[in-house]
């Protein structure tokens, strides 16, 4: 009797295997015949319920029974994993022929490069920054620098004016003004990076917006020696050790004295070339020693303290230094010319193409 239902359990078993084409499917065939209360199991424990002389004969077919359909179940696995793991590769199959994805990085505008460069030249010195409203009244655009209403120095400043006090700034120097009054009579060392604004034709030289980088100095006995040590580091650390700087007289209506920076020009050396147009200097900026009227407008005593200020042009700074030939590229936008500037991770700058 148990020799019959062991030899159906088995031809059973074969045709489940065989019909068998999941994972899943092997789960079921193991529970079935393999696992506790399998069917093989069951027979198992009628194994006692013989006579002794068949209970041997029986136990060893139960085992060969066992172990055969246990590899029949094993193969089937391994052929349905193989089977599985084909069907999985052909559906993940990626197409090595196709053309990569080309993840197009920019660069940091070389504006931002060269500003970030003059704060950290100034910062190391010691300077703070400063900021103040590119949305400016009269009073600190004008007033109180030193250039009253009726000054010929304005008509070189015209704006865009939001009424009639109130104007898009000219220039950095209205944060002097503000500084000087936040530090109510205190010492003073701050640098101020902004955009600013004149009514202008834009062209390659010209922009209706730029941005400069204001400077100011105050503290006791303070004189034209520090303004120009001050200058020349800045002049070393921005285009070379070799630059050397040169101080020409100019006007400013609040800076007496006033004056122009010049550098030797790096294409040359200071030799003279078309660069500097013969006479191997380069205009990097304007500068002088704060005129007493701003000290005393300002709340600075100026019998007690002095001053130095500059103002420097961003984008000249960054032209001369890149040898970019029109100021408009500043603010196109044009990834084809921020990709010639790349910061990398470690500073400096250098060009891909
Ligand atoms: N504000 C001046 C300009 O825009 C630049 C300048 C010159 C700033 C001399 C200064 C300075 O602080 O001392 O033309």
Do not use: W
């Not at 139960?62 to 089977?83: C, G, H, T, V, Y």
């Not at 147009?277 to 600075?300: A, C, D, Q, S």
């Not at 921020?338 to 990398?344: G, S």
């Amino acid at each position: 009797m148990e020799l019959e239902n062991l030899t159906v359990i088995c031809q059973e078993a074969k045709s489940d295997i065989q019909k068998a084409s999941t994972s899943e499917d092997v789960i079921e065939l193991r529970n079935k015949y393999l696992a506790k209360k399998s069917a093989l199991s069951a027979l198992l424990s009628e194994l006692g319920k013989l006579p002794p002389e068949e209970r041997k004969e029986f136990g060893q077919k139960l085992n060969q029974a066992r172990a055969e359909i246990s590899e029949l179940i094993e193969a089937k696995d391994k052929e349905i994993k193989a089977e599985e793991l084909k069907k999985k590769l052909q559906a993940e199959e990626i197409d090595i022929s196709l053309p990569g994805r080309n993840n197009d990085v920019g660069g940091q505008n070389p504006f931002h490069v060269v500003k970030d460069e003059i704060t950290d030249i100034f910062l190391n010195m010691g300077f703070e920054v400063a900021d103040g409203p590119e949305v400016e009244t009269d009073l600190f655009n004008f007033e109180l620098l030193n250039i009253p209403k009726d000054h010929p120095a304005r008509d070189m400043q015209d704006t865009f004016y939001i009424s009639e006090n109130v104007l898009l700034r000219t220039h950095t120097s209205p944060v002097q003004a503000h500084s000087m009054k936040a530090a109510e009579g205190k010492p003073l060392r701050i640098i101020c990076p902004g955009k600013t604004y004149r009514r202008d034709d834009d062209d390659a030289t010209h922009s209706h917006q730029f941005a400069q980088i204001e400077g100011l100095v105050i503290d006791r006995n303070i004189n034209i020696g520090h303004l120009k040590a001050t200058l020349e580091l800045f002049a070393k650390k921005m285009f070379g050790e070799k630059r050397e700087i040169r101080l020409r007289p100019s006007y400013f209506p609040f800076t007496e004295p006033s004056v122009e920076v010049d550098i030797t020009c790096a294409n040359c050396d200071g030799k003279g070339c078309s660069m500097c147009k013969g006479t191997g200097y380069i205009e990097i900026l304007g500068g002088g020693m704060v005129h007493p009227n701003v000290l005393k407008m300002n709340g600075y005593d100026p019998d007690v303290y002095s001053g130095f200020a500059f103002g420097i042009g961003i984008e000249r700074v960054a032209i001369l230094r890149y040898g970019i030939d029109d100021i408009r590229k500043f603010y196109q936008n044009d990834v084809r010319f921020l990709h010639q500037y790349r910061k990398r991770a470690y500073g400096g700058i250098y060009h891909v193409s």
